[in-house]
Protein backbone atom coordinates (compact mmCIF):
# COMPACT_ATOMS: atom_id res chain seq x y z
CA UNK A 1 0.00 0.00 0.00
CA UNK A 2 1.01 3.62 -1.17
CA UNK A 3 0.14 6.61 1.19
CA UNK A 4 0.98 10.12 0.48
CA UNK A 5 0.89 12.63 3.20
CA UNK A 6 0.03 16.58 2.61
CA UNK A 7 1.05 19.09 4.85
CA UNK A 8 1.91 22.79 4.98
CA UNK A 9 -1.67 24.29 4.29
CA UNK A 10 -3.17 27.11 7.10
CA UNK A 11 -4.39 30.29 6.54
CA UNK A 12 -2.42 33.42 5.17
CA UNK A 13 -3.04 37.09 3.99
CA UNK A 14 -2.99 38.28 0.18
CA UNK A 15 0.79 38.43 -0.62
CA UNK A 16 2.02 35.86 1.62
CA UNK A 17 4.14 32.74 1.17
CA UNK A 18 3.13 28.86 2.32
CA UNK A 19 4.94 25.84 1.82
CA UNK A 20 3.28 22.41 0.98
CA UNK A 21 5.01 19.00 1.50
CA UNK A 22 3.69 15.40 0.45
CA UNK A 23 5.86 12.42 1.57
CA UNK A 24 5.16 8.99 -0.07
CA UNK A 25 5.61 6.07 2.24
CA UNK A 26 4.77 2.29 2.13
CA UNK A 27 5.71 -0.22 -0.18
CA UNK A 28 6.93 0.82 -3.07
CA UNK A 29 9.40 0.50 -6.47
CA UNK A 30 9.94 3.88 -7.85
CA UNK A 31 7.68 7.42 -8.04
CA UNK A 32 7.17 8.89 -11.05
CA UNK A 33 5.47 11.95 -11.99
CA UNK A 34 4.14 14.03 -9.05
CA UNK A 35 2.10 16.86 -9.16
CA UNK A 36 -0.02 19.30 -6.95
CA UNK A 37 -4.11 19.18 -8.26
CA UNK A 38 -6.28 22.22 -6.09
CA UNK A 39 -10.26 22.36 -5.45
CA UNK A 40 -11.91 25.38 -4.39
CA UNK A 41 -15.70 25.26 -3.21
CA UNK A 42 -17.95 24.16 -6.78
CA UNK A 43 -15.29 24.06 -8.84
CA UNK A 44 -13.01 21.07 -10.34
CA UNK A 45 -9.89 20.09 -9.10
CA UNK A 46 -7.37 21.31 -11.26
CA UNK A 47 -3.73 20.80 -11.92
CA UNK A 48 -1.84 23.34 -10.49
CA UNK A 49 1.70 22.23 -11.51
CA UNK A 50 3.44 19.15 -12.07
CA UNK A 51 7.20 17.54 -12.01
CA UNK A 52 7.98 14.69 -14.34
CA UNK A 53 10.39 14.47 -16.84
CA UNK A 54 10.19 18.04 -17.00
CA UNK A 55 7.95 20.71 -14.68
CA UNK A 56 5.09 22.62 -15.55
CA UNK A 57 2.34 25.15 -14.30
CA UNK A 58 -1.14 26.33 -14.46
CA UNK A 59 -0.67 29.91 -15.66
CA UNK A 60 -2.35 30.83 -12.59
CA UNK A 61 0.61 30.59 -10.99
CA UNK A 62 3.92 30.68 -13.27
CA UNK A 63 5.86 33.08 -11.51
CA UNK A 64 4.28 32.67 -8.28
CA UNK A 65 4.47 28.82 -7.32
CA UNK A 66 7.55 26.06 -7.40
CA UNK A 67 7.23 23.02 -7.48
CA UNK A 68 10.29 20.62 -5.94
CA UNK A 69 11.64 17.09 -5.54
CA UNK A 70 13.61 14.86 -2.99
CA UNK A 71 13.72 11.95 -4.95
CA UNK A 72 15.95 10.82 -2.10
CA UNK A 73 13.06 11.35 0.44
CA UNK A 74 10.07 10.41 -1.49
CA UNK A 75 8.90 14.20 -1.25
CA UNK A 76 7.40 16.63 -3.48
CA UNK A 77 7.05 20.39 -2.37
CA UNK A 78 4.96 23.42 -3.93
CA UNK A 79 6.58 26.81 -2.89
CA UNK A 80 3.54 29.56 -2.94
CA UNK A 81 4.77 33.35 -2.82
CA UNK A 82 2.17 36.25 -3.84
CA UNK A 83 -0.43 34.20 -2.91
CA UNK A 84 -4.11 35.93 -3.65
CA UNK A 85 -7.20 35.13 -2.52
CA UNK A 86 -8.44 32.89 -5.87
CA UNK A 87 -5.98 30.41 -4.89
CA UNK A 88 -7.94 28.98 -1.63
CA UNK A 89 -8.93 25.78 -2.31
CA UNK A 90 -7.64 22.07 -0.85
CA UNK A 91 -4.42 20.98 -2.42
CA UNK A 92 -4.25 17.69 -3.09
CA UNK A 93 -0.71 15.58 -3.93
CA UNK A 94 -0.77 12.98 -6.93
CA UNK A 95 2.05 10.72 -7.79
CA UNK A 96 2.40 7.95 -10.37
CA UNK A 97 3.99 5.22 -8.02
CA UNK A 98 5.06 1.74 -9.37
CA UNK A 99 3.99 -0.48 -6.61
CA UNK A 100 6.01 -3.82 -5.16
CA UNK A 101 4.62 -5.73 -7.94
CA UNK A 102 5.50 -3.57 -10.66
CA UNK A 103 2.09 -1.90 -11.73
CA UNK A 104 2.23 1.54 -12.39
CA UNK A 105 -0.89 3.34 -10.22
CA UNK A 106 -1.95 6.95 -9.37
CA UNK A 107 -2.43 8.04 -5.93
CA UNK A 108 -3.71 11.10 -4.02
CA UNK A 109 -3.08 12.39 -0.62
CA UNK A 110 -5.88 13.17 1.71
CA UNK A 111 -5.76 16.95 0.78
CA UNK A 112 -4.71 20.24 2.88
CA UNK A 113 -6.71 23.33 2.86
CA UNK A 114 -5.03 26.42 2.17
CA UNK A 115 -6.92 29.81 2.41
CA UNK A 116 -5.91 33.02 1.75
CA UNK A 117 -7.60 35.95 3.31
CA UNK A 118 -7.21 38.75 4.96
Known amino acids: QVHLVESGGGLVHPGGSLRLSCAASGSFLRLYAMRWYRQAPGEQRELVAG?????NYADSVKGRFTISRDNAKNTVSLQMNSLKPEDTAVYYC??????????????WGQGTQVTVSS
Open 51 to 55: SGVST
Open 94 to 107: NADVQDSVGSVRTY
